[in-house]
């Protein structure tokens, strides 16, 4: 299996604040990589996917890059919704691997 | 509209067969390239892919869990189950089904879940 490698765990920020959050993989993914939001009690929702393609109804405030390996997820000018939990997924080979996750939370 | 929504036990026993559906709408399993896949979460822990059917019948499980797993479609019910046999607690957690696109896999539409807990 691909193991895919979340970091911060967690993470405090402000309102109006940029954050970066980083996942990386056992091997090469390019360009099968996804990031979801999930916030508590509710099913994941999909932000970004194939590394940097913005699903449709998402803020252009979350943007996402990376290569082979290495990918990040960057929030600017964080707002009041977006304090969850961030996971990232690697659709290159089944199984399709999630990251242990990120949570953000207001500091 | 896409829409899926999960529907199972919420309480089964240690060593008995799990067996959820899925019912979606909105989009048809039958001629559209495009799969249904299965997620799990365990209270307060991250996501972890289960399986997936794909249209024209692919199948794909997690290794950790084959052999205890069977992933089945009803083109004409609108439905995907997923059977899981010989629970254990460590099974316990909220099963989501998901549209997986294709060819790129994203899961873009998610059922609410269904929080199953296995206990005796």
């Known amino acids: 299996d691909i193991q895919m490698t979340q970091s911060p765990s967690s993470l405090s920020a402000s309102v109006g604040d940029s954050v970066t959050i980083t996942c990386r993989a056992s091997q090469s993914i390019s360009p099968h990589l996804n990031w979801y939001q999930q916030k508590p009690g509710k099913a994941p929702k999909l932000l970004i996917h194939?590394?940097?393609s913005l699903q449709r109804g998402v803020p252009a405030r979350f943007t996402g890059s990376g290569s082979g390996t290495d990918f990040t997820l960057t929030i600017s000018s964080l707002q009041p919704d977006d304090f969850a939990t961030y996971y990232c997924q690697q659709t290159y080979t089944s199984p399709y691997t999630f990251g242990q996750g990120t949570e953000l939370d207001i500091k | 509209q896409i829409t899926l929504k999960e529907s199972g036990p919420t309480l089964v026993k240690p060593t008995q067969t799990l067996t959820l559906t899925c019912t979606f709408s909105g989009f048809s399993l039958s001629t559209n390239p495009l799969g249904v896949a299965w997620i799990r979460q365990p209270p307060g822990k991250a996501l972890e892919w289960v399986a997936v059917?794909?249209?024209?019948?692919?199948?794909r499980y997690s290794p950790s869990l084959r052999g205890r797993l069977t992933i089945t479609k009803d083109t004409s019910k609108n439905q995907v189950v997923l059977t899981m046999t010989s629970v254990d607690a460590v099974d316990t957690g909220t099963y989501y089904c998901?549209?997986?696109?294709?060819?790129?896999?994203?899961?873009?539409?998610w059922g609410p879940g269904i929080l199953v807990t296995v206990s005796s």
């Open positions: 998901a549209h997986q696109s294709y060819p790129n896999q994203h899961s873009d539409y």
């Open positions: 059917i794909y249209w024209d019948d692919d199948k």
């Open positions: 194939t590394v940097s």
